[in-house]
Each structure stands twice: as C-alpha cells, then as structure tokens.
C-alpha cells in the first residue's frame, strides 16, 4: 500500500484510480509474475539431478550452505517400483552418498549438466553471482575443477569488457568442455573451457 500512495503522490495523472486500485493492480503483477517464474529460460536453479547412462544410479548437485554458496555433489542408486495404478516411479534405494562440498564463496544462481555427459564423465556448470565454473565427476567418483571463469579479473584485463555478472550459462551440445555465457550486459560469449578460451 505504500507503494500505491508513492505512485499516486509522484505521478498525479495516475491519482484518479486510487491507491486501493493502484495496489490491487500491484499485486496481481507481482502474481503474474511469480506464476510465470517458472518458465523463465533465464531463471536460476540451485538442484540438478541427473540418471547416470547404463546405471541405477543418480548424480545429485545441489547449492547448501551460508547464501548458497556451497555445492554438494552426491550420488544414490535407485530402482523403478510399479504403484497400484500400473504407473512406475523411480525411487532412491538409500542414502545419497556424498562425493565432496565445494566452497565456491560466490552465491550459486544456476547448476547446468552437460548433454554430452556418459557413463565414464558427468560434465557441469555452475553459475555464481560472479563466476563460472565447469567440473567433471568420473566413473570412480572423482570430482575436478577444469575451469573457473571469474567476470571480475577478466573485466579488469579487458577494458572491451564492461564490468557486468553472469546472467546465464548453457552448455554446448556440440563440444565436451565448451559453454555459452550471458552476462547482465548483455555481452555473450562462447567459451572453451579446456583451452580457458
């Protein structure tokens, strides 16, 4: 409702509607909005999931911690169960099994697994408030950093760069280790992650 009486007082050809009009109109796009959220290509995550190829297990990334800031990676069996309606549901056997925590000291906004990704390599991305950061988990359970992408350093050596964050990274259906971001500029770039490209 405050809201509602600023815009009435600053702008006075909107004073004939009213602030009750003017805030109902206000939180029906704020519900809008929230609706809608969920089909936003741009919009964040902070879970992923994925069946690892010829297995009966999961790969689970998912941001915990202080703002979100940590990731854990961790893996589960899982099995099919038919329910009493002849429908079939993939369910976890036990526990998740952790293979490590990662401080990225950024906040993560979104967590990407490559297409490419098999049985022997799970490739992903993920997107701080300020960086990227690609990583792969192998068949024997091992997590390795192969790229970290900081905006901030890279601004500063590259003045064509305007100071700017990630706003958006998708990985290439095409090349193991390339991925294409998008920053809060607008500034979009393809990157190869192997080569630090």
Do not use: W
């Amino acid at each position: 409702m405050d809201q509602a009486n600023r815009i009435v007082r600053d702008v006075k050809s909107l004073g004939f509607l009213g602030t009750n009009s003017i805030a109902s109109m206000l939180q029906d796009d704020a519900s809008t909005n929230r609706q809608f959220e969920q089909h936003d290509p741009l919009q964040g995550n902070v879970l992923v999931t994925t069946h690892i190829p010829e297995t009966d297990y999961k790969l689970f990334i998912f941001a915990t911690g202080e703002s979100l800031s940590r990731i854990v990676i961790a893996i589960s069996g899982y099995s099919d169960f038919s329910l009493s309606n002849d429908s079939k549901i993939s369910l976890p056997l036990d526990e998740l099994d952790i293979i490590t925590v990662v401080d990225l000291q950024y906040p993560v906004r979104q967590i990407t697994i490559s297409p490419l990704s098999n049985r022997e390599q799970i490739i992903f991305a993920v997107r701080t408030t300020s960086t990227i950061s690609l990583y792969s988990v192998n068949d024997k359970r091992d997590c390795q950093l192969l790229h970290t992408f900081i905006f901030y350093e890279r601004t500063v050596t590259s003045p064509q760069i305007d100071y700017s964050m990630p706003n958006h990274v998708v990985m290439s259906p095409y090349k193991k280790y390339d991925y294409l971001c998008v920053t809060t500029n607008g500034y979009v770039a393809l990157v190869d992650g192997k080569k630090d490209e």
